[in-house]
């Protein structure tokens, strides 16, 4: 069994930083991709920034230039670093990680965060 356990989440400022952070443990071989994803009501989830194992990256539009998503495998973490932040970007904010738990199996399970309230104030 894996637990995503997200911090960071609050109430902040437009203009302002929030930096999130995920910690993943439990029965862990490797994690393959991580990733953030964020819902605001009415609206469907939707994926903010991905990170492969190797470091590779990938930005919703709306976000690029404003936010960075990191890892340290070492750590089972992955990380998402705000700024300039919008009102646009209040949303509960879930973190993703497809982990292999078997040395044996590349079978890639899916879990997810439980969540964490970002609010962004004008």
Avoid at 59 to 68: E, L
């Amino acid at each position: 069994q894996v637990q995503l356990v997200e911090s960071g989440g609050g109430l902040v400022q437009a203009g302002g930083s929030l930096r999130l952070s995920c910690a993943a443990s439990g029965r862990i071989f490797s994690i393959n991709a991580m990733g953030w994803y964020r819902q605001a009501p009415g609206k469907q989830r939707e994926l903010v920034a991905g990170i492969t194992s190797g470091g590779s990256t990938n930005y919703a539009d709306s976000v690029k230039g404003r936010f960075t998503i990191s890892r340290d495998n070492a750590k089972n973490t992955v990380y998402l670093q705000m700024n300039s932040l919008k009102p646009e970007d209040t949303a509960v904010y879930y973190c993703n990680a497809e982990v292999i738990q078997h040395s044996w199996s590349a079978y890639r399970y899916d879990y997810w965060g439980q969540g964490t309230q970002v609010t962004v104030s004008s």
